[in-house]
């Protein structure tokens, strides 16, 4: 099957979006997703502008129940084979944590709307490679070449990939500003440990968030609760049903339905805290949640807590 009969021919790239309000889009998410545009009082502010902006995208959805996998079997495997190729190629790129998890966000977002049907494999790998790409544009400072994308048994040539970048962004609507765990983490440390925050816990949240997205699919859970969930087992993985409430009963932006998905996300990670702990190195298997944490070195540029408020 040729590049001409699969969805990255031309015909099928057309967009259709008006350029001025495409831009106007982009300013206007850019100036609500830039923290520094709000002073620390107004935190509250901007998180109430975040849960906005999520729940236009996700509904009244705050998870799906019983969603530990992702639906497709085939799509399972597939995506793990590229969550797996994503994390590795971010390491050797030296890429952000939050350009991975935001191309992963891609990737389900456009199998969300594209059912994987027949997909050959090689067009399944390109797309991720794509995903990667348009996420690197989004976060990185500098603009790395499409050569240096590389993808085992394949060769993608900068057409290629120039295609499936167009693909990626016309089923997205051109909207690529996803709001992500991310965004809430520096809240959520603020609310939950208030002035003393335990050495190393960025690093542990951010490894959560890395993890779980080989147990999800992103389009099942709300940033929001994944982030509180992440940043609970952070700070104490043994916290009972009771105790999870207590913390957030603070905080008002969800109603009861919501606290139970962050209590069911919390079990979720919990989990994925114990198999970490009591796997050993040399069985670790490499689309584990524990072999993502094995393979990460985290290091203060790749914690994005600094970017997104001031602590």
């Known amino acids: 099957m040729g590049i001409s009969d699969t969805p990255f021919s031309p015909r099928n790239l057309l967009c259709q979006e008006n350029p001025d309000a495409c831009f106007k889009e982009q300013q206007q998410e850019e100036k609500e997703d830039d923290p520094c545009l709000f002073p ?113 048994d394949y060769d993608f040539d900068n057409q290629q990939i120039q295609r499936a970048e167009l693909l990626v962004l016309s089923t997205l609507e051109w909207k690529m500003g996803s709001i992500t765990p991310f965004s809430y983490m520096s809240y959520f440390i603020n609310k939950f440990c208030g002035e003393y925050k335990p050495e190393g816990l960025c690093s542990r949240v951010v490894e959560l968030f890395m993890a779980v997205t080989k147990e999800i699919n992103l389009m099942d859970h709300r940033p929001s609760i994944i982030a509180a969930a992440a940043v609970l087992v952070a700070i104490d993985a043994q916290l009972t049903k009771e105790a999870v409430e207590l913390r957030i009963s603070p905080i008002a932006l969800w109603g009861s339905q919501e606290n139970e998905h962050i209590f069911s996300c919390y079990n979720m990670m919990q989990d994925i805290e114990k198999r970490i702990v009591k796997t050993p190195t040399s069985v670790v298997p490499p689309h584990s949640a524990a072999g993502t944490r094995r393979r990460l070195n985290f290091n203060e540029q790749h914690c994005p807590v600094k970017r997104i408020h001031r602590l």
């Open 40 to 152: 620390e009082s107004e935190d509250e502010y901007y998180i109430q502008c975040l849960l906005q902006r999520e729940t236009t995208a996700f509904g009244s959805k705050s998870c799906c129940t019983g969603c530990s996998t992702t639906t497709s079997t085939l799509l399972k495997r597939v995506r793990l084979d590229c969550i797996e190729w994503i994390f590795n190629t971010r390491a050797s790129l030296d890429f952000r944590f939050l350009t991975a998890y935001l191309s992963v966000t891609y990737f389900d977002r456009f199998f969300s709307k594209k059912p994987l049907g027949d997909w050959m494999i090689w067009a399944i790998r390109l797309l991720s490679l794509a995903c990667l790409s348009l996420a690197a544009k989004m976060e990185q400072s500098t603009v790395t070449p499409l050569s240096a994308y590389k993808v085992q």
